[in-house]
């Protein structure tokens, strides 16, 4: 079985690291991305079992996309955050 614990509380500690070295509000990013205040805390501290319209909500209202990439061959664990953020930076094609 995967280990998921953890997973919500990086993933939102980064996007609110994001959101906030932007300047941008939670209350901007709520009405731009159709989520309600709360949805966008949820997200933020990965305390809350959300819904992927609510994430999907807070990536278009952060202005945000996703790109999602290959496994590496050589990886530690199933689901290394860092290891995939590494892999899909490589592997941008917008950079």
Do not use: C, W
């Amino acid at each position: 079985m995967i280990e998921r614990t953890g997973h919500r509380e990086v993933i939102g500690e980064r996007l609110k690291a994001f959101r906030e070295s932007r300047g941008v509000s939670l209350y901007k990013l709520a009405k731009l991305g159709g989520i309600s205040i709360g949805q966008a805390k949820a997200v933020e501290s990965g305390s809350s079992n959300y819904t992927i319209d609510v994430f999907i909500g807070y990536i278009i209202g952060s202005d945000l996309y996703m790109f999602f990439s290959e496994k590496s061959e050589n990886r530690q664990k199933p689901h290394d955050i860092s290891d995939i953020s590494v892999k899909a930076i490589s592997e941008d094609p917008y950079r």
